[in-house]
Structure formats: C-alpha cells, structure tokens
C-alpha cells in the first residue's frame, strides 16, 4: 500500500510539472499580421477570444491564426491641437459640451491669466470611432489652427499574445482543477493536494494579470484622447496694452517724491546729530585762536 501511494505521489508531481511547462511554451504563439485597416477602423476594441474548449495543446498556433483573422486591428489614437480663440474660457465650455455629446468626458481643463489675456488648455476622452469627427468640430471653434499632430500606437499583436496567453493559462487550470479532484478522489495526502494548489494559485495570479492588462488596452483603443490648448487672438486683448497704468505710473511718481525727501530728512537727522558736534569742536580752537590774533595786532598798533 505504501509503495503504491508513493508512485501516486510521483505521477502527480510529474502531471503538475507537465502541465505547467506546456502552459509556458505555448503561451507565445508567432503571429503573422496584414495590412493596418483605416485608424477610424482600429480604434474599435478587438473581438473578445472564445473561451477554450479543450487542453493546452489546442491553444497553440493555430488559435492565434484564428485571433488575427477575427481581431480587428486595435489602435490607441491621441491627437494634441493648438488653437487661436477669441475667448479661450468660452472655447473650454464649448469643448466640455462637445465630447459629452460625442459620449466622452473632460480628463481636465484649466484656464488662467498670463498678464495679457485669458489662455486655456483642456483634455478631452471620446469613442475612437469619432476621433476624426471631433477634430473637425473643435478645430472649427478656432479662429486659426497654430498646430495639429495626431497619433496611432498599435497594440493588436501584444493584445492577440495576451488573449492566446490567457486561453492557454485558463486551459492549464481546467486541468489543474481537474487532476485537483482526482487527488482528493484517489489518495487525499495533504501534501499532494497543497502542490496541486499551489500551481493552481500562480496559473490564477498570471491570469489576473493578463486580464487587467488586457482591458487597460480594450479602454485605450476604445476612447482616444484629445488635448487642446487654447491661445487668446489678438482681436480678444484689450486695444490699450495692460503694460501701461498711467494710475500706477502717478503713484511711483509719489513713491519716488517721498523716497527723496525721507533721503534728504535722513541726511540732515545724520548731519545735525553726527557731524555737526564734531565741526564745532573743531571750529571752536581754531575761533579762539583766530580771536587771539586779532587781538594781539590790535595792542601792537596801539602801541605805536
């Protein structure tokens, strides 16, 4: 009987090492890709993977050659405009009413003044399928358009390696949870249970993981993004330039004015309190000398 469940144990060890390295290797299949359709044609979200049916080794090439001819070609488009306005806060409000008609949203706006005028920019999501359409619209709220620059990132071949990855990861786990109650069916050792477990837990983690990375990219090429700055015209500055105030000029005049006057004020406070004393003890020897040479001549000439 112990001989017999030790073989058990080493034919479940070996189908669990078997199962997960054929998962690893037919989780990259090549894929040979076309012509790239329209960007208004990519930018649809691809056609979900019909879940697997049988083992691992059915989610190999020749699944990933399905996926190419079923997937349209998925795009994540971006454009960036830059745009003359008269009134660039009008301009925002006209643009948030713009994508919300179209099915998107405002990722954020802003609008604040450079000393001259009011400037603006605003970043906008709407469904790929009217990326172009917005473009025009929003373009046509401008009086010039100072720049335009779209662009298309394709993610088609690593969103087709992510969904043959997943099938075949979700086809490794049919069969983990298969050979799972056959263990506990056939020998019910905790340690054989707790391996088989533990491969089934990290097929599980990588799956997750793909998930999400594949709807981050079915959200991207779903929705493209729009950013927009927005430059005031010169038809919307003022007709006087906002650098002259002849109010502010008349008030630095009289900045200026008692600025000098508390100089001068400042210099004879100094004069009287610091130098004066000192002149006068000076000057006061010298006037006694001069007093007593007056003097002395005046006695000379009387005496002759």
Request: net charge positive; proline share 4%; glycine share 6%.
């Amino acid at each position: 009987m112990k001989t017999m469940r030790r073989w058990w144990t080493w034919v479940v060890i070996l189908t669990v090492g078997l199962i997960t390295l054929a998962g690893c290797a037919a989780a990259t299949p090549q894929v040979v890709y076309g012509e790239k359709t329209s960007a208004r044609q990519a930018a649809a979200p691809a056609v979900a993977p019909k879940p697997a049916t049988g083992g691992v080794a059915e989610s190999s090439a020749n699944d990933a050659a399905l996926d190419v001819a079923t997937t349209e070609r998925m795009i994540i488009l971006t454009g960036n405009l830059s745009l003359v306005v008269k009134d660039a806060t009008a301009s925002i409000e006209q643009i948030k009413q713009l994508a919300a008609g179209m099915g998107g949203y405002v990722v954020n706006s802003n609008a604040y003044d450079d000393g001259e005028a009011v400037r603006g920019t605003i970043n906008i999501r709407v469904p790929a399928d009217k990326f172009n359409e917005a473009l025009t619209q929003i373009k046509a709220l401008a009086e010039r358009v100072r720049s335009e620059n779209t662009n298309g990132q394709d993610v088609t071949e690593e969103y087709t390696d992510l969904s043959a990855r997943q099938r075949n990861l979700e086809a490794t786990e049919t069969e983990l949870l298969e050979l799972l109650a056959t263990v506990r069916q056939k020998t019910g050792k905790a340690e054989d249970i707790l391996a088989v477990y533990r491969e089934l837990t990290t097929i599980r983690g990588q799956i997750e993981q793909l998930k999400g990375r594949t709807q981050y990219l079915e959200r991207m090429t779903a929705m493209s993004t729009i950013q927009i700055e927005l430059i005031p015209s010169v038809s919307a500055k003022p007709i006087s330039s906002p650098g002259w105030q002849p109010g502010e000029t008349l008030r630095e005049s009289f900045r200026a004015l008692v600025s000098a006057l508390q100089t001068v004020v400042d210099i004879t406070i100094r004069f009287v309190v610091a130098v004066l004393p000192v002149l006068i003890i000076i000057a006061i020897p010298i006037v006694l000398l001069v007093l007593l040479i007056r003097w002395l001549v005046r006695r000379r000439k009387k005496a002759h």
